[in-house]
C-alpha cells in the first residue's frame, strides 16, 4: 500500500510540474518553454525615395535586395534558428524558420549571405549576437577608390532589421499548435540600410574659372580649383554592427540605437594628421573626390557612411569639407637687388621710375607670405550643434551625430562674392610696391575647427532612406 500511495502522489507531483511549465490550449494541445516551434518571417517592402540616385551607382536610388540570412536569438542572446534566402526575400508569404518557443527575437540582414553562411545555411561558428556583430564589424567595411561607394564588395546596400518575437503562449493572437505539438507564429519586420548616404552637390558661381584659366592669366591669386582639391570625407567611420540592446524597430532620432564599435574604425585616406583636432592613436582620414579645374556649374558627389555619434570636434564627428586653392606662391627676387633691371622676381616690373626705392627684400618676403598659395577648406561638422542646429526643423528632427538609415542631401553652394574682383581674395594687382594691408585668408585651413568663415551660411531641410536636405551656401 505504501508503494502504491508514493507512486500516486509521484504521479500528481509531475502533473503538477507540467502545468507550471505547460499552457494547454482550446485544442488540448500544450506548449512548453522550448519546445519545437516554427517562425515564419516575413521582411515588408522597401519604399525608396521619391527620385534622386543611389551614392555610388547613380542608378537607382535603393540597391537591390538579392538575399537574406534570418536568425532567431533567444533571451541570451544566442542564436537557436537560422534561414537563408537565396533570392529576394522582400514581400511575398514569408519564410519558415525551424526554432523554439524560447525565441525572443528575430533579425534580418541582407545582401550579407556571402558573409555570414557556408553550404547555404548559417555559418555554425556564429552561435550568438555578439559574433554576429563581430563578423560585421571585422568584415564589412565601406568599398570603393575615389570615396565609399558600397558597404560591400559587390557594392549593394546593406540593409537590417530585427523586431521582437512576443508571446509564445497558446491562445495569444497568431499562436496555433500543431497536433504534433509544434507552436507555429508569424513576425512582420522592416529592413532598414545600415548604413547612412550623402548626396552632395556643389555649385560654383558664375564667376568661377577653372584653376587652368586662372594661373594662365593675370589674377593668379583667385580662388580655384586645383588637381588635389574637391570634397573631402573626414572621419568617416568604416565599420558598424548590425543590432543592440535596443530592437532595430523601435527606432527614433531622439532614442538611436548607436551601434558604433568601440574603438571606431576610419576609411583609409588622406592623413591629416597636422590638423588640431587630432588626438594620438585617432585615425583621421579624408575620402577625396577631385574637382580639378572646376569652373562654374554643379557637381554631384555620392557617399555610404556609417553613423558616427560625435557631437564635437574633439570626438571626431564626420565632416564635409570642400577644399580649393586660395593665393600665389610670388617670386621675391634676389636678396641683393639694389637697382632697376636687377631680381625684385614679381615685384620688378613696379620699378619707380623716378628712381624711388625698390621694396626692400625683407618687405617683399613679408608681402609674399601673407599671398601665398594655402588650402582653403570651407566644412560642415556633421553634428546636431553644427548641421542639425541649421535645420528647418531643429535639432529634433536631424538628431545627433550622422545616423544609419538617413540620407543627407546636401547641397553647398560658394557664391560669387567669394571671388569678387573687387572683394578680399582676389588680388590681380601683383607685383605690389607699397607694403600692403591683406586681408585674412578666406576660410579655415584647419576643417576639424567648428568655427566656419563669416561669409558662410546654412539652411538645412529634414525630410523622410530618412533624407535630410543640408542646403550651405558660401
Not at 78 to 107: C, F, K, M, Y
Not at 208 to 223: H, K, M, N, R
Not at 308 to 327: C, H, K, S, Y
Request: aromatic share 8%.
Amino acid at each position: 500500500m505504501k508503494s502504491k500511495f508514493f507512486m500516486a502522489a509521484l504521479a500528481v507531483a509531475m502533473i503538477f510540474s507540467a502545468c507550471n511549465t505547460e499552457e494547454i490550449d482550446n485544442g488540448g494541445n500544450t506548449i512548453g518553454q522550448g519546445e519545437a516551434a516554427t517562425l515564419k518571417v516575413s521582411i515588408a517592402p522597401i519604399t525608396p525615395r521619391a527620385g534622386g540616385a543611389n551614392p555610388g551607382s547613380n542608378t537607382t536610388d535603393m540597391l537591390p535586395v538579392s538575399e537574406a540570412t534570418i536568425i532567431v536569438f533567444d533571451a541570451n542572446d544566442d542564436v537557436i534558428g537560422s534561414a537563408v534566402v537565396s533570392s529576394n526575400p522582400v514581400g511575398g508569404s514569408g519564410t519558415a524558420v525551424e526554432t523554439t518557443t524560447n525565441a525572443t527575437r528575430v533579425l534580418v540582414v541582407t545582401n550579407l549571405n556571402g558573409l555570414l553562411t557556408t553550404g547555404g545555411a548559417l555559418n555554425t561558428s556564429l552561435t550568438n549576437l555578439a559574433q554576429v556583430n563581430e563578423r560585421v564589424v571585422d568584415q564589412v567595411r565601406l568599398a570603393g577608390t575615389a570615396g565609399p561607394t558600397g558597404a560591400t564588395s559587390t557594392s549593394l546596400v546593406v540593409l537590417a532589421g530585427d523586431v521582437a518575437v512576443g508571446s509564445w503562449a497558446a491562445g495569444t493572437p497568431g499562436v496555433t499548435i500543431d497536433p504534433d505539438g509544434t507552436a507555429n507564429k508569424s513576425v512582420n519586420l522592416a529592413i532598414r540600410p545600415i548604413s547612412s548616404k550623402l548626396d552632395v552637390n556643389v555649385t560654383l558661381g558664375s564667376a568661377f574659372q577653372s584653376a587652368t584659366v586662372i594661373e594662365g592669366g593675370s589674377s593668379p591669386g583667385l580662388l580655384r580649383f586645383k588637381s588635389t582639391d574637391g570634397v573631402r570625407i573626414l572621419n568617416a567611420v568604416s565599420q558598424t554592427k548590425v543590432i543592440g540592446a535596443t530592437p532595430f524597430a523601435n527606432y527614433t532620432p531622439a532614442g538611436f540605437p548607436w551601434l558604433v564599435p568601440n574603438p571606431k574604425a576610419y576609411f583609409q585616406g588622406m592623413n591629416t594628421s597636422g590638423f588640431v583636432h587630432n588626438a594620438g592613436g585617432t585615425v583621421q582620414t579624408f575620402l577625396a573626390d577631385p574637382m580639378a579645374n572646376a569652373a562654374a556649374g554643379s557637381y554631384p558627389f555620392h557617399y555610404y557612411l556609417f553613423e558616427n555619434d560625435a557631437e564635437v570636434a574633439t570626438l571626431f564627428p564626420t565632416i564635409l569639407v570642400v577644399q580649393a586653392t586660395w593665393g600665389w606662391d610670388v617670386n621675391v627676387g634676389s636678396p641683393t637687388a639694389v637697382a632697376a633691371g636687377d631680381d625684385f622676381g614679381d615685384f620688378d616690373p613696379f620699378a619707380n621710375a623716378s628712381g624711388a626705392a625698390f621694396l626692400d627684400y625683407a618687405t617683399r618676403v613679408a608681402v609674399a607670405a601673407q599671398l601665398a598659395e594655402k588650402k582653403i577648406n570651407l566644412n560642415v561638422h556633421m553634428t546636431s550643434a553644427i548641421a542639425g542646429a541649421l535645420t528647418t526643423g531643429g535639432v529634433t528632427e536631424y538628431g545627433a551625430g550622422i545616423q544609419r538609415g538617413k540620407a543627407y542631401g546636401m547641397n553647398l553652394t560658394l557664391s560669387n562674392d567669394m571671388i569678387d574682383v573687387g572683394g578680399d581674395y582676389w588680388f590681380p594687382d601683383l607685383p605690389i610696391v607699397d607694403y600692403p594691408v591683406l586681408p585674412p585668408t578666406p576660410g579655415p585651413t584647419d576643417p576639424t575647427d567648428e568655427e566656419t568663415d563669416a561669409n558662410l551660411t546654412v539652411v538645412v531641410t529634414v525630410q523622410n532612406w530618412v533624407p535630410v536636405t543640408i542646403d550651405k551656401e558660401w
